[in-house]
């Protein structure tokens, strides 16, 4: 895929403290959790650089101690950080494969060519990845499973993306 959304992704998100001596607990975005840790150094949106280590899991999140941190006040503080990795660190997607990220900001179109929404966000709530979609110019969203039979074709050059809806889903 030669068009890019962002020259960064966002591999994961830090959920919080875990313990006393300064790990965190991460929510991983990467296809195997675990392998955030195998990119090397990450940074937050500000530029700080994060070498994380991964210690285990617990309660569906990875424990991770981060060079440097040594007390749970440290881990406190970084709730909610997002952690990015620049793109050109990451392989190239192969055909039918997309980082989230370039999904955002796609426009969302019937098979009949009626355009629907604007991709607003991508989730995967554990039974694989959904699509969320902003209706028109309203705030109103829809959500839509992300596989072959509702997502049909997806064009970068030209910034869309043709959806099935299944039946009774707009209702």
Partial sequence: MDVFVSEELCLGVIIGP???????????????????????????????SFDLRLDGQSKGFLIASIKGMTTRNQAEVLKGTELFIKRKLLPNTDDGEYYHADL?????????????????????????????VAIGETEKTVLIPFNNNTVTDIDFVKQKMIVEIPLGLLD
């Fill in 18 to 48: 875990h313990g006393i001596k300064g790990a965190v607990r991460v929510k991983s975005f990467t296809e195997i959790p675990e392998s955030i840790a195998d990119y090397g150094t990450l940074h937050d949106k500000n530029g700080q």
């Fill in 104 to 132: 955002l900001g796609l426009n969302v179109y019937e098979p009949d060519g009626k355009k629907m929404g604007v991709v607003k966000a991508m989730h995967n709530f554990g039974a694989g990845d959904i699509v969320e």
